[in-house]
């Protein structure tokens, strides 16, 4: 059964600091992993997904990086804003899409 | 090109009551899945459905719960005899086609509360 797990659970940080939020799961067998951005009382917003034949994905401030063979991903927010204060969610597919519990992210100003 | 359309934002039920919540999927998407969100907790995969099919449900609990998707109007999850612990945010998601190898669409979801 695939696990899911991300590390931290909450992150603080100053306004501009380069952060990464990392994903981990048991099943390397996986279709694609897909980072996702959750507001407040809001739904999911896709952010980036990595298929499982590429090793990263880049969209504008974001870098998402996937290592199948040891079960890792990593979102990497580079100059860190406070609008990017948000849960980040990493799930992974393959017969089903499992999700991590999220990252709560701050960004202070 | 609206997006995935969930309704009701909020619903509150008292216990034994029947949840009934919708999910229009985006424009040209037949595949819907429902996911719940408990406090503090990560998504749980719920169900999975094509127009007219139940595709996988291994997410669903045994009883009370039930899910359809039919040929004409929204996806439905429904809850009979809603107990405290269903109280969560309950998710619809819709992709255009089923091998996961496109991003899932989210709705804002339905945060049921059962007093």
């Known amino acids: 059964k695939q696990e899911v797990t991300q590390i931290p659970a909450a992150l603080s940080v100053p306004e501009g600091e380069n952060l990464v939020l990392n994903c981990s799961f048991t099943?390397?067998?996986?279709?694609?992993l897909q980072w996702f951005r959750q507001d407040p009382g809001k739904g999911l917003t896709s952010l980036l997904l990595?298929?499982?034949?590429?090793r990263e994905q880049t969209s504008g401030r974001l870098n998402a990086s996937l290592d199948k063979s040891s079960g890792r991903s990593t979102l990497y927010i580079a100059a860190s804003q406070p609008g990017d204060s948000a849960t980040y969610l990493c799930?992974?597919?393959?017969?089903?899409?499992?999700f991590g519990a999220g990252t709560r992210l701050t960004v202070k100003p | 090109n609206a997006g995935v359309m969930q309704n009701p934002r909020h619903l509150v039920r008292r216990r034994g009551q029947e949840a009934r919540l919708r999910c229009s999927p985006m424009?040209?998407?037949?595949?819907v899945y429902w996911y719940r969100q408990l406090p503090e907790e990560g998504l749980k995969f719920m169900v999975y459905?094509?127009?007219?099919?139940?595709?996988?449900e291994s997410g669903m609990p045994k009883e009370r719960f039930s899910a359809e998707f039919p040929k004409e109007g929204p996806s439905i999850l429904r809850i009979q005899q809603v107990v405290r612990g269903d109280s969560a945010a309950y998710f619809c998601?819709?992709?255009?086609?089923?091998?996961?190898?496109?991003?899932?669409?989210f709705g804002n979801g339905t945060r049921l509360t059962v007093t």
């Open positions: 459905l094509q127009k007219e099919n139940i595709i996988d």
């Open positions: 998601a819709s992709s255009p086609r089923d091998n996961y190898n496109s991003p899932l669409h």
């Open positions: 990595i298929q499982s034949s590429q």
């Open positions: 799930a992974v597919s393959n017969n089903d899409m499992r």
């Open positions: 099943d390397s067998a996986i279709y694609n």
């Open positions: 424009k040209g998407h037949s595949h």
